[in-house]
């Protein structure tokens, strides 16, 4: 048995089994989505309790630094806010599990929006992509439609996508990842002390 700092309750392990339907509470990615002949994870001791972390989400750190937002610590939370959810300042999307949350500026990422990779490659794309937390400067300035080149869809003011600078190719961050089995890179964080 073990505890986890947001949760009341025990917890203890849990073999995922395949297609398992139960989505974890901190990350709202299913179980099973990082399936492995060794894959656990930790559920409630309640039987009445749905609460359960994959193994990457327990181990997360409470408080990062994180590149987007330098000003201020962001501290791995549930929503802190009214009605249990929030807006991810990095994909825009809804999101009621973990935040990581900056309280003086009501700043939150999803939890696997701030673990993203600075590069990464994607399959339709022949050069790296690099993470941006904004629009290009060039884009608003050329008058360019900023819309993503592999679905074509516009990207939302704010939020974050990968980019090509020297091919001006640039994509949402789902569609940059949707085809990546990408885990939680630790590069992106710097765990403080």
């Known amino acids: 048995m073990v505890k986890h700092f947001s949760h009341r309750h025990e917890l203890c392990s849990y073999q995922v089994q395949e297609d398992d339907e139960i989505i974890c509470s901190s990350c709202e ?111 608003e300035n050329e008058g360019r439609l900023n819309i993503c080149d592999f679905c074509q869809g516009t990207f939302p003011r704010g939020c974050w996508l990968y980019s090509c600078r020297d091919c001006d190719y640039s994509t949402h961050l789902g569609c940059s990842t949707a085809e990546s089995d990408q885990d939680y890179p630790e590069d992106q964080i710097i765990i403080s002390s």
Not at 39 to 65: G, M, R, V, W
Not at 89 to 115: I, M, N, S
């Open 29 to 139: 990615l299913p179980l099973d989505l990082m399936m492995n002949s060794a894959t656990s994870a930790y559920k409630c001791t309640k039987s009445k309790c749905n609460f359960y972390l994959h193994d990457l989400c327990f181990e997360l750190p409470q408080e990062i630094k994180h590149k987007s937002h330098p000003k201020h610590p962001l501290i791995l939370s549930t929503p802190p806010y009214e009605y249990g959810e929030f807006t991810c300042d990095a994909c825009g999307e809804f999101g009621t599990c973990f935040t990581f949350h900056c309280t003086h500026c009501k700043y939150d990422l999803h939890v696997q929006c701030a673990t993203l990779p600075e590069t990464l490659s994607h399959h339709h794309h022949h050069h790296l992509l690099t993470l941006l937390y904004s629009l290009p400067d060039r884009h």
